[in-house]
C-alpha cells in the first residue's frame, strides 16, 4: 500500500520560506497528478496546486499565486512546495495529496499532514 508522508513543517518566522517534500513509498509510484492543500482551524481545505506527474505542468491557486512553487522528483518519488514572504495567515496543517486515476485532478491518497506555524 503506497503511502504519502510530509517533512518539512516546523514554527517559521513572518517573511522567510518554507520547503515541504512529500514522499510517495510502499509501491510503484505513477499517479496522474499530485497536489497541496492546507486547513487551519475550522476552515475549508484550500487547495495550494497542483503538478501533473509526466508533464510537470502546474497549477496554483489564487489565495497563494506568486509565493509558491510546487516541483517533483520522478526518481525519488517525491513532490515539493516551496513557499516564500510567509505571513501568519499561513500557518495551518500541510496535505500532500496524489491523484490516481488518469486524466483526473480528483484527489484520492492522502498524507497525514504536517504542522506550519507562522510567527509575526
Known amino acids: 500500500q503506497v503511502q504519502l508522508t510530509e517533512s518539512g513543517g516546523g514554527l517559521v518566522r513572518a517573511g522567510d520560506s518554507l520547503r515541504l517534500s512529500c514522499t510517495a513509498s510502499g509501491g510503484a509510484w505513477n499517479p496522474y497528478a499530485m497536489g497541496w492543500f492546507r486547513q487551519s482551524g475550522g476552515k475549508v481545505r484550500e487547495f495550494l496546486g497542483g503538478i501533473s506527474w509526466n508533464g510537470g505542468s502546474t497549477l496554483y491557486g489564487d489565495s497563494v499565486k506568486g509565493r509558491i512553487t510546487i516541483s517533483r522528483d520522478k526518481v525519488k518519488n517525491e513532490q515539493y512546495l516551496r513557499m516564500d514572504d510567509l505571513k501568519p495567515e499561513d500557518t495551518a496543517v500541510y496535505y500532500c495529496?496524489?491523484?490516481?486515476?488518469?486524466?483526473?485532478?480528483?484527489?484520492?491518497?492522502w498524507g497525514q499532514g504536517t504542522q506550519v506555524t507562522v510567527s509575526a
Open positions: 495529496a496524489a491523484s490516481l486515476t488518469p486524466d483526473s485532478y480528483q484527489y484520492d491518497l
